[in-house]
């Protein structure tokens, strides 16, 4: 029999085995399985990929990769995993033995695990993401100078006047998100969408920061409540795009303004505001 490891499960190698696929299935439930050979030294770092791990990222948060969902049927995931030797004629026995029953001597050149695929309902399951959304409809209240209109005879109004813009503050909420996106909302607080999101033209989406709240479910996994606060301004017909981007012109009318310093640029920098939700 051949021990080549010519297949990868998150760059582990491994061997299915004849065998794989049996499982039992029942008017309401189904059960299937899946048979591995790995290296030995490696039976815990595929045992992890199979059944989900918690991981940090780099701000010190908890991630959690959900468990492998099984190739035929992607409503089973792996539940449970047996490890056994695959030939216990091949085991080797370390040179220094010890009396430390902590610390084992035994090893063998392969592992096999039977993985057991299951239904599985959890926050952290791909799709299963749930998002709600509040908004508030306000205006914006921008002082023209006198002489920016006229009356219906021609004459200039000579007193200050004032212009009302729609503003619309919308907070979107990720309940079940595993990272606290801590690092990225830091970087675009303060920015314009570069392209359009949530339905708001580039330019016209201005991102005003986020809170996190962290909990700790029974089983030890985090999970984070994220809400991200956007401002989104309406200037009209024919100017929803970089509508943060203008301002009133002195004689009427808005207008597109860029910084006077060397490199320009406009009021706002841009950020691809998908980052938040990827």
């Known amino acids: ?14 061997k299915e085995l004849i065998g794989s696929g049996e499982g039992e299935f029942t008017f309401d439930s189904s059960r299937l399985t899946r048979i591995f050979r790995c ?4 039976r815990i770092d595929l ?8 991981t940090v990222d780099p701000d010190g948060n908890s991630v959690q990769t959900p468990p492998k969902s099984h190739p ?3 409503t089973l995931y792996c539940r449970r995993v047996q490890v056994s ?28 695990l039977t993985a057991t695929y299951e239904p599985f309902v959890s926050e952290f399951l791909p799709g299963d993401q749930l998002i ?3 908004f508030d409809v306000s205006s914006e209240v921008i002082e023209t100078d006198g002489g920016t209109f006229k009356w219906s005879n021609g004459d200039l109004v000579a007193h200050k006047h004032f212009v009302l813009t729609g503003i619309t503050e919308d907070v979107i909420v990720f309940h079940r998100s595993a990272s606290s996106k801590r690092s990225v909302i830091k970087a ?5 969408n570069s392209a359009t999101f949530a339905d708001s033209p580039r330019g016209s989406l201005l991102f005003l920061g986020g809170r996190g709240r962290r909990s700790v479910l029974t089983n030890g996994v985090e999970q984070w409540e994220i809400a991200y606060k956007f401002s989104h301004r309406s200037l009209g017909s024919g100017l929803e795009i970089d509508s943060w981007q203008k301002l009133w012109k002195p004689g009427g009318g808005w207008d597109t303004v860029s910084r006077s310093e060397p490199g320009g640029g406009g009021i706002y920098k841009y950020s691809n505001f998908n980052q938040l939700v990827s």
Do not use: H
């Open 1 to 14: 029999m051949s021990t080549e490891l010519d297949q990868f499960i998150d760059g582990i190698a491994c």
């Open 39 to 42: 290296a030995w030294d490696k």
């Open 47 to 54: 045992t992890r990929k199979l059944l989900g791990e918690i």
């Open 72 to 74: 035929e049927i992607d």
């Open 85 to 112: 030797a695959f030939d216990a004629g091949s085991k080797t026995v370390a040179t220094s033995a010890s009396a430390d029953l902590n610390v084992t001597g035994i090893s063998y050149d392969f592992a096999k």
């Open 132 to 134: 709600t959304e509040e």
């Open 188 to 192: 675009m607080v303060g920015t314009v």
